[in-house]
C-alpha cells in the first residue's frame, strides 16, 4: 500500500527565510501534485509534477520531483505572511486513479 | 468556466441519519473522487467513478456509497451516521487521459454529526 509521509508537520518561520518541505512515498509513481489549504477552506493546486528531475516554480514556490528517491521537495523563498498555510502533496497510486495524500506541513510564518 | 460545485456547503445531521452530498465536475471532465478530510488530517480517498462506473473505493464501510450520473455529477450516501463521520467532504474532478491538469477540488461540504 502507499503510503505518503510529508516532514516537517509543522513548520514556523520568519519572514525573509528560506526553507524545504519534503514528501516522501514508499511506491512507484510517476505523478506527484502539491495543494494549498487554507483554514477552513479547499485545496488548492500548486504544482502537477509528471516525470523524474521535475521541476516547477511559481512565485517563491518550487517544487521538484525525484522519482528514484521517491522523494519530492517544496522550497520556500523569502517566505511572507501570505503563504502561511498547510502544504499536502499528494501521489497517484496509478494513473488516473486515486491519489494518496500526506498528512500535511503548517506553514506559519511569522511577521 | 465553472469549477466543481459542490452542495450542501454546511450540514448538520444526527446519529442514525442518512445524508447526501452533491458534485457537479467541470464541464467536459468525466471523472470524480470523493475524500473525506477530518479536521487536522490530510483527505482520504472514499471512491473514485469515470463514465458512471465505480473505479476505485477506499478503505471505508459499507455506510458509504456514491454513483455518478449520465451529466458525469456525483452523489455521495452515508447511512447510520457516526459522530466520526464529522469532516469536511471534499470532491474532485479530472479529465482522465488527457492530460496533466491534475485533480481540481470543489469548495466542500463540511457535515456535522451531533
Known amino acids: 500500500e502507499l503510503k505518503v509521509e510529508q516532514n516537517p508537520l509543522f513548520l514556523s518561520m520568519q519572514e525573509g527565510k528560506n526553507y524545504t518541505i519534503y514528501c516522501n512515498y514508499s511506491t512507484t509513481s510517476d505523478r506527484l501534485y502539491w495543494y494549498r489549504q487554507d483554514p477552513g477552506k479547499s485545496l488548492e493546486s500548486l504544482f502537477v509534477l509528471l516525470s523524474n528531475g521535475a521541476v516547477k516554480q511559481e512565485g517563491r514556490l518550487m517544487a521538484s520531483l525525484d522519482t528514484k528517491a521517491r522523494l519530492s521537495t517544496l522550497h520556500i523563498t523569502a517566505a511572507v505572511h501570505d503563504l502561511s498555510a498547510t502544504y499536502f502533496c499528494?501521489?497517484?497510486?496509478?494513473?488516473?486513479?486515486?491519489?494518496?495524500f500526506g498528512k500535511g506541513t503548517r506553514l506559519h510564518i511569522l511577521p | 468556466d465553472a469549477g466543481v460545485t459542490q452542495s450542501p456547503t454546511h450540514l448538520i445531521k444526527t446519529r442514525g441519519q442518512q445524508v447526501t452530498l452533491r458534485c457537479s465536475p467541470i464541464s467536459g471532465h468525466k471523472s470524480v473522487s470523493w475524500y473525506q478530510q477530518v479536521l487536522g488530517q490530510g483527505p482520504q480517498f472514499i471512491f473514485q467513478y469515470y463514465e458512471k462506473e465505480e473505479r476505485g473505493r477506499g478503505n471505508f464501510p459499507d455506510r458509504f456509497s456514491a454513483r455518478q450520473f449520465p451529466n458525469y455529477s456525483s452523489e455521495l450516501n452515508v447511512n447510520a451516521l457516526l459522530l466520526g463521520d464529522s469532516a469536511l467532504y471534499l470532491c474532485?474532478?479530472?479529465?482522465?487521459?488527457?492530460?496533466?491538469?491534475?485533480?481540481?477540488f470543489g469548495s466542500g461540504t463540511r457535515l456535522t454529526v451531533v
Open positions: 474532485a474532478s479530472s479529465s482522465i487521459g488527457t492530460g496533466s491538469r491534475g485533480y481540481t
Open positions: 499528494a501521489v497517484d497510486m496509478n494513473r488516473d486513479d486515486k491519489i494518496i
